[in-house]
């Protein structure tokens, strides 16, 4: 885990770039800075930096935490000013109050900060400042300034985030050596870059119809918070916090009209207790503290604390438990896609599969989200209904050829459905974008080995293979 927080820390520093004047516009992308790093370059350092990351096990893939955090990242890059750079929102399973942004426009949201946060409108705070990390051109403009030595200092940082996913101490060490001398450079930028990130993050956040006060009260809420005076939380570290930062952040809010407090949406709310879930190690633990938390006067009926106890039960294998708390919260909220589509995995699960089924379908129609119809592909799999589900999943990536793809359950999907060589294809795709493209390659050579396959399946599985081999040789 400390591991994986330095390297994250430090990619981010080195992206960083000294603050603009507030009121010059935003980077113009034709600049020289680009001609030295394109973002077409950008976007390959940001794709092996995904590797990376994912190369951990801590990106949340869960389809129901990608549409919600995608949803409200991208309703911020609306209102940014800038929302023709592509974006890519994600959670990371770390209990650390943190998020950060990397280069490509990757930008990351621990679930530590979700459930730290009081309402929305903080995690919106948060994810506006690190949306103007990436508009503001910090990564383009910070290496079109670096000398030679510096440039090989981020290649070198790079080197050390890959050697991250087969040895902690061997990423370490080359870290160090590669680091030496230069790091407080790269400190030097954090002040004024940080600033700059309110400044247009605060901007945002009101063009968006969030609560601007947000950011300021979230970062001094986090520094004033008595349990983390020895031990400051990972976000106050990597964003640090001055008085005239504060300051500056009250005079700009103040130039925007008060909004209604706290006017979280349930989607929210109910993300909150999923990734309190998905996070927890001690099962027993998460059935007191809801227990416990839904005996508090007026708290019985709690939308979150119930769901949140469903998704527990379910966990514990609770089944029929879940449908009950489930089945009341639905129709008490009969618009909410989330507690739908916890019903029907609930209602599958214990045996309902007809009805699952009929509520899924129902939902498709309406609204074939990402999460709805990953979850109907995967229960139309586990119902034996293989060539129907993988109709489903095909049918989103056509509409969809850039949203993020459930390569296992694409996988599944296609070996039960008589598709073996998609399947391997697909599993090979899967390796690749963990950064192994041996295990990729391995793959690949057991799709050629299958029997009766057509030329152009063939051809295609080649092709892949001779990219990745090309992959691995510049790697050695």
């Known amino acids: 885990m400390r591991l994986i927080r330095t390297l994250m820390v430090v990619v981010v520093s080195l992206w960083s770039v000294m603050a603009l004047a507030d009121n010059q516009p935003l980077p113009d992308y ?32 869960d389809p129901i935490d990608v549409d919600y955090i995608n949803a409200l990242g991208q309703r911020l890059v609306k209102a940014s000013g800038n929302p023709k750079l592509p974006y890519y929102f994600f959670f990371m399973a770390d209990p650390n109050i943190n998020a950060f942004a990397g280069p490509g426009g990757y930008i990351a949201v621990n679930a530590g900060l979700v459930l730290a946060a009081q309402n929305e409108d903080e995690v919106a705070a948060v994810l506006a400042h690190e949306i103007a990390h990436v508009s503001q051109g910090h990564i383009a403009r910070k290496i079109a300034d670096a000398s030679k030595t510096k440039y090989a200092t981020a290649a070198g940082v790079l080197a050390s985030i890959a050697l991250g ?6 990423a370490q060490s080359a870290m160090a050596a590669t680091l030496a001398g ?15 990130a309110d400044r247009v993050g605060i901007r945002t956040l009101a063009n968006a119809g969030f609560d601007p006060s947000s950011m300021p009260r979230f970062f001094t809420r986090m520094q004033a918070d008595d349990r983390y005076s020895t031990s400051p939380p990972a976000i106050l570290s ?11 952040a009250n005079a700009r809010v103040a130039q925007f009209p008060k909004t209604i407090p706290d006017h979280s949406s349930l989607s929210f709310w109910l993300i909150r207790e999923r ?141 039960k459905s008589g598709r073996l060589a998609d399947a391997y294809q697909t ?35 080649q092709a892949q293979m001779q990219e990745l081999q090309s992959k691995i040789q510049q790697k050695s």
């Open 30 to 61: 034709s600049d020289p800075s680009r001609a030295l790093f394109s973002q077409v370059q950008e976007q390959s350092v940001g794709k092996q930096y995904m590797q990376y990351l994912r190369s951990t096990g801590m990106v949340i893939d």
């Open 165 to 170: 996913a087969v040895s902690g101490q061997a």
């Open 182 to 196: 230069t790091q407080q450079h790269f400190i030097n930028f954090s002040r004024g870059m940080e600033a700059e």
């Open 238 to 248: 990597d964003h640090p916090l001055t008085p005239e930062r504060i300051a500056d």
């Open 275 to 415: 990734l309190r879930v998905f996070i927890a190690n001690d099962l027993p633990s998460m059935m007191t503290y809801y227990q416990k938390n839904l005996a508090k006067p007026g708290m019985a009926n709690d939308t979150a604390l119930n769901y949140g106890y469903a998704l527990t039960l379910f966990s514990a294998n609770q089944f029929k438990q879940s449908v009950a708390i489930l089945q009341r919260l639905v129709t008490a909220n009969p618009n909410q896609p989330i507690l739908q589509l916890a019903l029907a995995d609930a209602l599958q699960q214990s045996g309902d599969v007809d009805s699952s089924l009929k509520l899924m379908a129902s939902l498709y129609q309406v609204k074939p989200t990402f999460a709805v119809s990953m979850q109907y592909g995967a229960m139309l799999v586990k119902a034996g209904q293989a060539p129907q589900g993988l109709a489903i999943l095909r049918r989103y990536q056509l509409d969809n050829p850039n949203a993020t793809i459930p390569y296992g359950l694409l996988a599944e999907a296609q070996a």
């Open 427 to 461: 599993r090979a795709r899967y390796l690749e974008s963990n950064g192994d493209y041996r295990g990729a390659v391995i793959q690949l050579k057991m799709g050629l080995k299958l029997p009766k396959l057509d030329v152009d399946t063939k051809a295609r599985l």
